[in-house]
């Protein structure tokens, strides 16, 4: 179907299609398997700051309906298209069905860049982003959840805004809301905290001691950072990190506290005096037991996947590898 068609979604296709054949999946049941069962596309007209009225572009893809209501990520991102949200759609019911979740997958997004936009913007485009979505969502139904470029401020928004719309109060609207409106203990740090759990026994099946490790982790936003903090918990020296803007490197490790500190005035990585400046392609190529890529898909390509000089290759974010580079 051309209307998803991008290097994303192309990506999420050619994996399925190397699993159907090892499978020997009839070729009449892929596509059924392969593209989304709902898809909805939604234009968001918002009043800005300056007085001027902006249109946004909202997605919401639900891949598989038959397991059970949909669940997935809703993203605030530039570069969010059609396709690319039913790509990470597909990959969430993969998950869902792995682990045994009575789910089927899906995702959101929003087309814009979050860094630029007011608090006050961010909530109206949330707000309107879940009004359109009223008639597609709900506990039964669809359950969305935070991703990159979103929070627990954005979950508690969706859900106000649907309760609203309902008379009562839906908390199961949406995972990843604030603890005091039911959200759950440590589920902001959780994936993170697996991905550094996971390593940790990658570690002990390959023999390599925590404190003679090298980790490079790309990506210093929520899944990252906590990646970070977790193998550092470990023993790991973190020796590099990045963000959108830029990425840091030193050799005899980064002071990960004095780092955060930094973030939290700055929001981000960029102009740490504590290391030197990296791109992120000479991050990915640096000498290291573990790398982490925590940022977007397509990270690892044909291109570079040659270069790339790790033991572990931890992939915390949605399809960084390609199936060439892989």
């Not at 809301?177 to 990658?202: C, Q, W």
């Not at 390599?208 to 020296?237: D, E, H, I, Y």
């Not at 955060?260 to 037991?289: M, R, W, Y």
């Amino acid at each position: 179907m051309e209307i998803y068609d991008h290097p994303t979604f192309r990506m999420a296709c050619e994996q399925f299609d190397l699993v159907a054949d090892h499978l020997q999946i009839n070729d009449n049941d892929r596509a059924r398997l392969k593209y989304p069962k709902r898809s909805m596309t939604v234009a968001l007209p918002i009043h800005c700051d300056d007085g001027s009225t902006r249109m946004f572009t909202g997605y919401r893809v639900q891949h598989h309906l038959t397991l059970g209501p949909t669940k997935g990520g809703l993203r605030y991102h530039p570069d969010v298209t059609l396709g690319e949200v039913a790509a990470l759609a597909m990959w969430m019911s993969w998950k869902c069905a792995l682990t045994g979740l009575p789910y089927g997958g899906a995702k959101g997004g929003v087309t814009c860049d979050p860094r630029k936009l007011s608090i006050t913007e961010l909530e109206r485009i949330t707000r309107r982003y879940t009004q359109e979505m009223i008639p597609f969502i709900g506990e039964k139904v669809d359950v969305m959840a935070p991703d990159m470029g979103t929070n627990e401020q954005v979950m508690a928004w969706i859900m106000d805004t649907y309760s609203v719309h309902t008379g009562y109060t839906v908390p199961g609207i949406v995972t990843g809301k604030p603890v005091s409106i039911g959200g759950s203990l440590g589920r902001r740090e959780a994936t993170g905290r697996g991905v550094g759990y996971l390593i940790n026994r990658a570690l002990d099946v390959t023999g390599l001691a925590p404190s003679q490790c090298r980790a490079v982790v790309q990506g210093f936003g929520n899944v990252g950072s906590v990646t970070a903090f977790s193998l550092a918990k470990f023993g790991v020296k973190v020796i590099a990190v990045s963000d959108a803007f830029g990425g840091l490197y030193n050799e005899q490790g980064i002071d990960l506290w004095k780092l955060e500190e930094h973030v939290a005035k700055t929001s981000s990585v960029v102009g740490f005096s504590e290391a030197q400046p990296i791109t992120n392609q000479d991050l990915l190529e640096l000498p290291c037991e573990i790398l982490v890529p925590a940022a977007l898909e397509r990270q690892i390509t044909h291109d570079n996947a040659a270069k790339i000089n790790c033991r572990i290759l931890a992939e915390a974010a949605n399809g960084p590898t390609t199936p060439a580079a892989d």
